[in-house]
């Protein structure tokens, strides 16, 4: 099945999975790989000359994290959760993957799903390039450049990423069964396990529970608790 203009076949799936195509709603998106490369010199802090530190600002703002390396550790499992769905929920689809090229995928650092990502032209890839899209495309960069400017551990930054794998393949999962899709359950599950055998991924999510092994650090905000998968039984340090 070709990839249609609109990736339409993304949209019942709910909104981490589409994709907006065509031309931003508005001039001056930046790319995600503007995200992935620090400025050459302090830049003013707005979305254009430095949108990673833009998003983890209005993280902060929004959640009262009271140390960056939380906020980059949520902001980073929100983007990686978007980049696997839109990849996953095509593959599985259309067996085919969009073309999510860094140079070519613009983002709204001050937005939220659907309206964050944005693709000026829609070019298919083949459904097995998860790994090179996503991964090394978009994950390796994005966790060199959060590590680098904010000390958050590259074992928790995969953990992030293996939990967002995880949880796209559940909500493909609970669709495929609604819409009486089982095929496409069964080849979102099949690409996956194919992922999670890369050692930057492997043993990041228990298989059998879904649980993963390191923690996102979401315990730390002010009233924040456990999310469902995390690797804890009870908050560290409460009884």
Same mark, same amino acid.
Request: glycine share 10%.
């Given at each position: 099945?070709?990839?249609?203009?609109?990736?339409?076949?993304?949209?019942?799936?709910?909104?981490?999975?589409?994709?907006?195509?065509?031309?931003?709603?508005?001039?001056?998106?930046?790319?995600? @790989?503007?995200?992935?490369?620090?400025?050459?010199?302090?830049?003013?802090?707005?979305?254009?000359?430095?949108?990673?530190?833009?998003?983890?600002?209005?993280?902060?703002?929004?959640?009262?994290? $009271?140390?960056?390396?939380?906020?980059?550790?949520?902001?980073?499992?929100?983007?990686?959760?978007?980049?696997?769905?839109?990849?996953?929920?095509?593959?599985?689809?259309?067996?085919?993957? $969009?073309?999510?090229?860094?140079?070519?995928?613009?983002?709204?650092?001050?937005?939220?799903?659907?309206?964050?990502?944005?693709? #000026? @032209?829609?070019?298919?890839?083949?459904?097995?390039?998860?790994?090179?899209?996503?991964?090394?495309?978009?994950?390796?960069?994005?966790?060199?450049?959060?590590?680098?400017?904010?000390?958050?551990?590259?074992?928790?930054?995969?953990?992030?990423?293996?939990?967002?794998?995880?949880?796209?393949?559940?909500?493909?999962?609970?669709?495929?069964?609604?819409?009486?899709?089982?095929?496409?359950?069964?080849?979102?599950?099949?690409?996956?396990?194919?992922?999670?055998?890369?050692?930057?991924?492997?043993?990041?999510? @228990?298989?059998?529970? #879904?649980?993963?092994?390191?923690?996102?650090?979401?315990?730390?905000?002010?009233? #924040?608790?456990?999310? #469902?998968?995390?690797?804890?039984?009870? $908050? $560290?340090?409460?009884?």
């Amino acid at each position: 099945m070709d990839l249609d203009p609109e990736l339409a076949a993304l949209r019942p799936l709910g909104g981490f999975f589409v994709l907006r195509t065509g031309v931003p709603p508005r001039a001056g998106l930046p790319t995600l @790989e503007r995200a992935y490369v620090p400025p050459v010199r302090p830049a003013p802090l707005d979305a254009s000359a430095d949108p990673l530190a833009f998003r983890l600002r209005k993280v902060v703002r929004a959640l009262g994290a $009271p140390e960056d390396r939380i906020a980059a550790s949520l902001a980073h499992q929100g983007l990686a959760a978007r980049l696997w769905s839109v990849a996953l929920g095509a593959a599985a689809l259309y067996g085919r993957v $969009p073309d999510l090229d860094p140079r070519l995928l613009r983002w709204d650092p001050d937005g939220s799903a659907p309206d964050d990502l944005w693709l #000026g @032209e829609v070019r298919a890839l083949p459904g097995d390039s998860l790994d090179a899209v996503v991964r090394e495309g978009h994950l390796v960069p994005l966790a060199t450049a959060l590590s680098g400017r904010h000390g958050v551990s590259a074992r928790l930054l995969w953990g992030n990423a293996g939990a967002a794998l995880a949880s796209s393949v559940r909500m493909i999962d609970r669709w495929a069964r609604t819409a009486g899709r089982t095929d496409v359950a069964e080849r979102a599950r099949t690409l996956a396990a194919g992922l999670f055998a890369h050692p930057d991924l492997v043993r990041t999510v @228990e298989p059998a529970t #879904g649980r993963r092994r390191t923690c996102c650090l979401y315990y730390r905000l002010p009233g #924040g608790g456990l999310c #469902g998968d995390c690797c804890f039984d009870r $908050p $560290p340090g409460r009884r």
